[in-house]
C-alpha cells in the first residue's frame, strides 16, 4: 500500500487543538474503511530506566500509575532486552531490526559539532519502512544517530516529522538553547550552560540550573498534537523520550510529591553533571515525569477513539545509570536485583521494562517471560501491520506473544557486541547466558563467563569450567553471529 501526501508544514508554535477536526475526518470516513486501515503504533522508549524503577516490576518508592496503569490494560514482558547497553547503539538496533553483533552502531561515537556517529544512507530503518506503506511518522525526544544533514538525518531515515534532540550529548540538559524541528534550528528562550558543573558548597538557590522552556514538556506536547493532526490515518509515533538520564532536573510539580527526609545533603556536582539540592527526590520526579507523558498519550488515544486499532509499546534503551550525577540505584532499588548498570552486558545493564497495550488483542492483565529484544520490534510492528518484513532481520515477531498465544521456544539467541567499557560480547540462547568481557584488553582470548539465568538470576555463579560443552556451545553461537565492524574494532573470538 503506498500513497503520497503533502507533508505538513510544522510552525513556529506546535498545534494544540485539532481535537475537533480530527474527530470529523474520523467521522467521515466509512466504517469498513476504518474497519480496514492498518493499525496504529506508538512506540515510547525512556532513556536509562531501569527494570525495577516502575511500580508493575515492583518499584516501592517511585510512582508510576500510568505505566501500572497500562500494564494492567495490557501485557508485561519480563524478559525483554535492549540492543545495547548505551543510547546510540540501542537505538540503532530498535529501529532496524538487526542484533547489536550484526548492527551498523555499536557504540556512542561522537561528531562534532553536534551529534553522533550517523547510520549509512542505505540502511532501511523501521520509519522508512513503514512510510512506504502508508503510515504517517513522526519521531519527539532524542535521535543519536546522526547530525543534521549527515546521512543520517531522521528526516532522511523515513521521519516526515522530528522534533526534540538530535545529540544525545545536548540531551544532557533539559534547558537547551534550542531543539530542531525537521533539519531547522528550534531556538528556546533559554540561557546557555553547561550541564556539567560543580560547587564547592551548596547556594542560597540552584535557580542558575533552569531556564524558561521546559525540554520535555514541549517534547510531550509536540507528540500529543502529532497524534491529534493523524487519528484519522494510519501513524507511527516514535516517542525517545529523555527522562529519566541526568542531569537531575525536574519540574518541581513533581520534585514536590516526593519527601524531604529523602535527602539530608544536596549533591554538588562531584560526579558529573549538575547540582541539585534533592537528588533521590528529583530522580524519582523524573520517572514521575516520563509517567505522566505516558499518562497523556494513553488518555488521549481512549479519547480520539482509536484504542482498539493502536498498539503502544513502551521500553527503555537500556538499564539504569551508573551511580553519577546525584543518581543512587541502590536506594531504589533499580535494577531489581540484578547484576550490573548501563554499560554493562549483564543483566542490570540490558534487562528492560517491556509493556504493550492494544485492547481488544493484547489480553488484559497479562505477563510474558517469552524471552526478547530490541531486534524483534521491526518484525513484530511490521506483521502487526500486515506486511511481509524485509529480508535479513534478526528479531523475530512477537504478535504470537501479544495476542496470548503460545509461541513456543525463540529459534535465535540474542547476541550483543559491544564496543565501549572494555569491549564485550554477550550471548542468550534459552535459559543460558554468555558473557565476555576485557576484549580490547585480552583479545580473543578473553575469558567467557556462562550463567543459568533460570537458577541464578543474578548472575553469581559462572558456570563455564564446570559446564566444557556448554560453554564452547554458546562461545561457538557468539564466533558465528559476531560479524567484524571497522568502526568499532574488537577482535575476534576464538572457537
Not at 474520523?26 to 525495577?52: F, K, M, T, V
Not at 514541549?218 to 498534537?225: D, G, P, T
Not at 558473557?435 to 585480552?442: E, G, P, T, Y
Request: aromatic share 10%.
Amino acid at each position: 500500500m503506498t500513497r503520497s501526501r503533502n507533508i505538513r508544514r510544522w510552525k513556529r508554535t506546535p498545534p494544540h487543538s485539532l481535537l475537533a477536526v480530527v474527530a470529523l475526518l474520523a467521522a467521515s470516513l466509512p466504517a469498513a474503511a476504518q474497519e480496514d486501515r492498518p493499525p496504529n503504533i506508538i512506540y515510547i522508549l525512556a532513556d536509562d530506566l531501569g527494570w525495577g524503577e516502575l511500580g508493575c516490576y515492583g518499584q516501592k518508592k517511585i510512582r508510576t500509575p500510568n505505566l501500572d496503569r497500562m500494564a494492567s490494560e495490557g501485557m508485561r514482558f519480563t524478559r525483554h532486552y535492549a540492543g545495547a547497553p548505551v543510547c546510540a547503539p540501542a537505538r540503532c538496533v530498535l529501529l532496524s531490526g538487526h542484533e547489536l553483533a550484526r548492527a551498523e552502531i555499536r557504540g556512542n561515537k561522537e561528531v562534532q559539532p553536534e551529534g553522533q556517529w550517523p547510520i549509512s544512507a542505505d540502511s532501511l530503518l523501521l520509519p522508512a519502512f513503514l512510510r512506504g506503506a502508508g503510515y504517517a511518522t513522526g519521531a519527539m525526544g532524542k535521535w543519536g544517530l546522526g547530525p543534521v544533514g549527515s546521512s543520517g538525518d531522521p528526516n532522511d531515515h523515513g521521519f516526515d516529522l522530528f522534533f526534540g534532540y538530535n545529540c544525545q550529548r545536548q540531551a544532557h540538559n533539559l534547558y537547551p538553547d534550542h531543539l530542531w524541528l525537521n533539519a531547522e534550528r528550534y531556538p528556546l528562550d533559554n540561557p546557555r550552560f553547561s550541564p556539567h558543573q560543580k560547587l564547592v558548597e551548596a547556594p542560597d538557590s540552584f535557580a542558575r540550573f533552569r531556564g524558561d522552556q521546559y525540554a520535555p514538556e514541549l517534547i510531550a506536547k509536540m507528540s500529543l498534537a502529532f497524534l491529534r493532526e493523524h487519528a484519522a490515518e494510519p501513524f507511527f509515533l516514535y516517542a525517545p523520550f529523555v527522562e529519566p538520564h541526568v542531569a537531575l532536573q525536574p519540574l518541581d510539580e513533581w520534585l514536590e510529591r516526593y519527601p524531604t527526609e529523602w535527602d539530608e545533603e544536596p549533591y554538588l556536582g562531584t560526579r558529573g553533571y549538575l547540582p541539585h539540592p534533592r537528588p533521590h527526590a528529583a530522580y524519582a520526579a523524573l520517572i514521575s515525569q516520563l509517567d505522566d507523558h505516558v499518562g497523556k498519550i494513553l488518555d488521549l488515544v481512549d479519547e480520539l477513539g482509536i484504542a482498539d486499532r493502536t498498539l503502544i509499546l513502551f521500553s527503555s534503551d537500556n538499564g539504569p545509570t551508573h551511580d553519577v550525577g546525584g543518581v543512587d540505584t541502590e536506594f531504589f532499588e533499580s535494577t531489581g536485583g540484578l547484576r550490573g548498570r548501563k554499560g554493562s552486558v549483564f543483566e542490570g545493564g540490558l534487562r528492560v521494562p517491556m509493556i504493550a497495550r492494544w485492547p481488544g488483542h493484547v489480553p488484559a492483565g497479562t505477563t510474558t517471560e517469552f524471552v526478547s529484544g530490541f531486534q524483534d520490534v521491526f518484525p513484530t510492528i511490521a506483521d502487526v501491520a500486515q506486511l511481509e518484513a524485509p529480508e535479513g532481520l534478526d528479531g523475530e515477531s512477537l504478535l504470537p506473544v501479544l495476542l496470548g498465544e503460545d509461541p513456543g521456544e525463540r529459534a535465535h539467541p540474542l547476541v550483543w557486541e559491544f564496543f565501549e567499557y572494555g569491549g564485550q560480547r554477550a550471548v542468550i540462547d534459552g535459559r543460558y547466558k554468555a558473557v565476555q568481557r576485557h576484549i580490547r584488553r585480552d583479545g580473543a582470548s578473553a575469558a567467557l563467563e556462562v550463567f543459568d539465568l533460570e537458577a541464578d538470576p543474578h548472575e553469581e555463579h559462572d558456570l563455564a569450567a564446570e559446564r566444557p560443552e556448554l560453554t564452547a556451545r554458546l562461545r561457538s553461537i557468539l564466533a558465528r553471529e559476531c560479524v567484524p565492524n571497522p568502526l568499532f574494532p574488537l577482535e575476534p573470538i576464538e572457537e
